[in-house]
């Protein structure tokens, strides 16, 4: 079975643009959320999604934001992008969101120049 | 609020000798307990998790942690290290009240097995 997957891997975007990012989570996963984990940090919660329904926001500003689709996917948006906000962005999913282990996937490493 | 410290941000150590990752929680309530293992561009993988019952918890790869309450403690040990464990290790706390998968993290601990 497919684990949690994350797209792109890899994206370099410049200053003041626009990025999303992907994840799909494991089959039968109803529970999305997203870290940001900046090099030499351990990853800091930013949101979690369960049956399209915001469960829980981290204290991140509101450049961020994101959405979960019919299908359990999910897509994690910020805008007017700044250099700190160079990171890897990891997705976990779970069952409900309410268990106490979620898979992680590989993470998308987002340089911003 | 929760708050995760984990005191040494890098240990090398000798192939086949013990090691102990150290991490000290805070929380105003009662929390679980987590560490994860992450391999050079991967994601989390979760090594253990104290939930509740006996203290001294077995996980994956040969490594246990041991809970001790009264030192808000969750140490992480192996009593032989491989050069396969070379890797970046999160401890974790997420609270009893938590609807979801919301975990804070530590900065990490980078450990080094030499050959």
């Known amino acids: 079975d497919a684990g949690v997957t994350q797209s792109p891997t890899h994206l370099i975007k410049t200053r003041g643009q626009q990025v999303t990012l992907r994840c799909s989570p494991i089959?039968?996963?109803?529970?999305v959320s997203w870290y940001q984990q900046v090099l030499g940090q351990g990853p800091q919660f930013i949101f979690q999604?369960?049956?399209?329904?915001?469960?829980g926001r981290g204290n991140f500003p509101d450049r961020f934001s994101a959405r979960q689709f019919p299908n359990y996917s999910s897509e994690l948006n910020v805008n007017a992008l700044l250099l700190g906000d160079s990171a890897l962005y990891l997705c976990?999913?779970?069952?409900?969101?309410?268990?106490?282990?979620?898979?992680f996937g590989q993470g998308t490493r987002l340089t911003v120049v | 609020a929760q708050s995760v410290t984990q005191l040494d941000s890098q240990v090398p150590v000798f192939e086949e000798a013990p090691v102990e990752l150290r991490c000290n929680y805070s929380?105003?309530?009662?929390?679980?307990l987590f560490w994860y293992v992450q391999y050079p561009n991967q994601g989390l993988q979760l090594l253990l998790k104290?939930?509740?019952?006996?203290?001294l918890v077995k996980g994956i790869n040969g490594f246990e942690a041991e809970f001790n309450k009264s030192q808000t403690s969750f140490h992480l040990r192996k009593p032989s290290v491989h050069i396969s464990d070379t890797a970046e290790y999160f401890c974790?706390?997420?609270?009893?009240?938590?609807?979801?998968?919301?975990?804070?993290f530590g900065t990490g601990t980078s450990l080094t097995v030499i050959p």
């Open positions: 089959s039968g996963h109803k529970s």
């Open positions: 104290y939930l509740s019952g006996s203290t």
């Open positions: 974790a706390v997420s609270d009893l009240a938590n609807t979801g998968n919301q975990f804070y």
């Open positions: 976990a999913s779970s069952f409900t969101g309410g268990e106490t282990e979620a898979f």
């Open positions: 999604y369960y049956e399209k329904e915001e469960r």
């Open positions: 929380s105003s309530v009662s929390v679980y």
